[in-house]
């Protein structure tokens, strides 16, 4: 009996264990937050992805399993900023427990119209610009308030949590200093470009660049022909150099610019959303320097 109980006590510190070792299951919205996550929380977490690489959270419809895979979460994290009109009710609809943590939290957010110009459709005139993980010093708080919402549900892992924050952090700032040279060496009457819908306002707002798109905030409002046509105009009398492919957009309309306009047809940049595994921007890092590139390639003449 007693050999017995030993044995059930030691099943019982294995199980326990192994229990402990179970990485935290964490939900983020989207693919650039997800790398984030993974980025802080290293092994100790399992992160699910609701709308993955490539994909436009602007039209994105959750489904029953979404909801299942809030309601298995131990922590949500979102942007925020009205970027993921979905996620209140798919998170009612869940009936998931868990946390939610507001990744922009501490952001200054950026009015819709302000420092770039757009069609700007559907929005009202004080709408907000969700995407302000495009500046680097945005993307820096997102990893703070990450890094605290991890130590939040996952206390024993404070020090895992801060070391890799702290270092990440590091890489942020390397980050951002390489886009500010980069930028300054584009001459100042080309540093002029045109996206599909109005995602860099962070970029410009940080760094220099004028974005100009026929579509507003949302991937989803709709461009005019007259919105195309003012557009085209405003390319050939300021000379804006070139037009950008967002990965999340339908080409057509930033094609028929260039072809209308006589701008240069830019690479793809990545905007809302990082590529698959293996292509040009898997990672935050690897997308920011994907789009620098990008533009330094077209712009620097």
Known sequence: MRGAR?????LALVWAAGAAAEPLKVVATFSI????????GGDRVSVAVLVGPNGD???FVPSPGDARTLAGARLVVVNGLGFEGWIDRLVKASGTKAPVVVASAGVTPIEEEEGHDHAGHGHGAHAL???AWQSVANAKRYVATIRDGLIGVDPEGRAAYESRASAYLAGLDALDA??????AGIPEARRRVITTHDAFGYFARAYGLRFIAPQGVSSQSEATARDVARIVRQVKRDRIPAVFLEN???PRLMLQIARESGAKAGGRIFSDALSEPGGPAPTY???MRNNLREFSAALAG
Do not use: K, N
Not at 6 to 10: K, N, R, W
Not at 33 to 40: H, M, P, Y
Not at 178 to 183: A, F, Q, S, W
């Open 129 to 131: 610009d969700p995407h």
């Open 248 to 250: 999340v957009a339908d």
């Open 33 to 40: 937050l997800g790398d984030l996550v993974r980025q802080v």
């Open 178 to 183: 390489e886009v500010r040279r980069t930028i």
């Open 57 to 59: 959270a602007h039209s």
């Open 285 to 287: 890092l690897d997308m």
């Open 6 to 10: 030993i044995a059930a006590v030691l």
